[in-house]
């Protein structure tokens, strides 16, 4: 079955550390996105990716990284510059080319500090 | 703040019931569209409704779209317990992301 595949499922964080977080996709899409979930809001965007060895900034990416060096995989790393990074971590892809079209998410990776 | 809002933020209604959530949002679109999150999961697609239509229908699901008043509703009819979920609004604005909303918290009691 194609899907997307998040993991770990939960992550602790010490102070100080970096941590990635995976992201994988057998859909064949182009586009795939880095969300972050804080309880009771909506989802905001982190980073996002069109084409392999291209990504763009979202609205919140301070403190954040990726890569996309494969269609398949859009890795996020929470650097210890985010103060904050207590949170519930969403990744999605799209077909590019229809970016209005739907999105396909993983089922998340719930990221705590020790 | 770019993000739309949907009201009411929670809903509890009792099984056979029909639940309706509104979205508003503040910009023009070229659609609008509707996810479901169960608790602790990612969400999922339900429907997508382009600026020029006014309303589409998927099984129990029926949305409406007034982009006059910058609105979009989601009735779910004869409601179960496994609706329970989180419910978003997500507008295409022409950017090369979607805005999501705040979301409501659906409860349906069996």
């Known amino acids: 079955d194609g899907g997307i595949t998040q993991s770990p499922k939960y992550l602790f964080r010490k102070e100080g550390q970096n941590v990635t977080l995976s992201c994988e996709q057998n859909l064949n899409h182009d586009a795939m996105y880095w969300y972050r979930q804080d309880p009771g809001q909506g989802l905001r965007l982190i980073y996002y990716s069109q084409i392999v060895n291209d990504f763009q900034k979202g609205d919140i990416a301070e403190g954040y990284s990726v890569s996309r060096e494969k269609k398949e995989s859009f890795p996020l790393t929470v650097t210890s510059a985010q103060k904050n990074p207590t949170a519930f971590y969403l990744c999605?892809?799209?077909?590019?080319?229809?970016?209005?079209?739907?999105?396909?998410f993983g089922d998340g990776t719930r990221l705590s500090i020790l | 703040s770019q993000q739309g809002e949907e009201d009411p933020q929670a809903l509890s209604i009792q099984e056979g019931e029909n639940a309706t959530m509104n979205c508003s949002y503040k910009t023009s679109i070229n659609n609008l569209q509707w996810y479901r999150q169960n608790s602790g999961r990612g969400l999922v697609h339900l429907i997508l409704i382009r600026s020029n239509e006014r309303e589409k229908h998927s099984g129990r699901l029926r949305v409406t779209l007034d982009t006059s008043k910058k609105s979009s509703s989601l009735l779910i009819t004869a409601s179960r317990a496994a609706d329970t979920a989180s419910y978003f609004c997500?507008?295409?604005?022409?950017?090369?992301?979607?805005?999501f909303g705040t979301g409501t918290r659906l409860q349906v009691f069996p």
């Open positions: 997500a507008t295409d604005q022409g950017t090369d992301k979607l805005i």
């Open positions: 999605a892809s799209s077909t590019a080319g229809t970016l209005s079209m739907s999105q396909h």
